[in-house]
């Protein structure tokens, strides 16, 4: 088997759970509450935004010239494309920049984002690059699946055909096959960190649904004055 295939399986569970999540179904069915998609949308700006920053980063530290031309052209893409579109929700959706930066990061979206980075710090750029793939992977297959039925809600709806294009499902294409590659080559410790990388990111895509249908949020912790310190 391929990297990518091997890796798809042993992920499968969480990528099922992805597609059949309430925040999908409901999404699709146009009943998602806007204030779930909102919190959805605050979220995911955090998350795209170090997307961006994490493919550059790993474009510049590979050694491999088609990876690091790829890394840079994505990051390039991200910022001019996905993140306009997220600008243009946000202005439809009257989010400002005072409601962006009064939101915190939630959990789930911080643990994800650290995720990524520690492969890239502790790991390898092609381990960094596997914990990268589920993201567009998931996305362009959730996509590809939403928009035969569609949505009802307008807004849902133009979510949902940002990732049901060709180019999206070229890309992901593109990505795999550099992944197997890279995968075949390197040596078995590596190979593991790859699929541990892809794996855990698949859990974390699966959380990320789950943090925004409870709004998730970081516990209070003790209230003040109530510890007394010796």
Known sequence: MTFTQKARAYADPYWEGSFEHPFIL???KGTLAPEIFRYYLLQDRYYLEHFSKLYRLIGEAAED???RELMLVNSQHLAEGEMAIREAFFKELGITEEEVAATPVAPAAYNYVSHMYRQL???TPNTAFAGMLPCPWLYQEIGERLIV???PNPLYQRWIATYAGEEGRAAVANERRILD???AAAPSDEQEQMLTAFYISS???YLFWEMAM???SWPQGAAIGAIELA
């Open 214 to 216: 409870t709004l998730e």
């Open 149 to 151: 039925m569609g949505s």
């Open 181 to 183: 590659r890279l995968y």
């Open 26 to 28: 409901e999404l699709a």
């Open 121 to 123: 710090a502790a790991g």
């Open 203 to 205: 859990q974390m895509e």
């Open 65 to 67: 010239s088609e990876v």
